[in-house]
């Protein structure tokens, strides 16, 4: 049995997200839920960085790393968008394209994913 994230401190979903555990990715969606702090949004930059991450799915080509770009421009502040461009910038080209596409842009400052 798995324990909820939800109450866990930032830090301690921080770890979870970093490490080999079947955690990870549930740990970023948790982050995710926060991305409106700007501390937060910084580290859901740094994760989205993470080789790991990169190649971790979700589900079809949405990886982890994804989802942290696609939560922080979800979170709609200037500095959650502004960690989202430089995260998105870092991706390969490929991937950049493909993350348009599924976000329905032409680029990534037009994309205003809204999470549900």
Do not use: K
Not at 2 to 16: K, M, N, R, Y
Not at 56 to 83: K, M, N, Q, Y
Request: glycine share 6%; hydrophobic share 45%; net charge negative.
């Amino acid at each position: 049995m798995t324990q909820p994230l939800s109450g866990l401190p930032d830090e301690q979903l921080a770890e979870l997200a970093r490490g080999r555990g079947s955690q990870r990715a549930p740990a970023v969606l948790e982050l995710i839920t926060r991305a409106g702090r700007d501390e937060i949004a910084d580290l859901l930059g740094e994760l989205s960085r993470l080789p790991l991450l990169r190649e971790d799915r979700l589900f079809h080509l949405v990886s982890v790393a994804w989802a942290a770009i696609i939560g922080l421009l979800a979170a709609e502040t200037p500095h959650a968008r502004e960690v989202a461009y430089a995260a998105y910038a870092d991706l390969p080209q490929r991937d950049q394209e493909l993350l348009l596409i599924y976000l329905h842009a032409g680029r990534i400052e037009d994309a205003h994913p809204v999470l549900d």
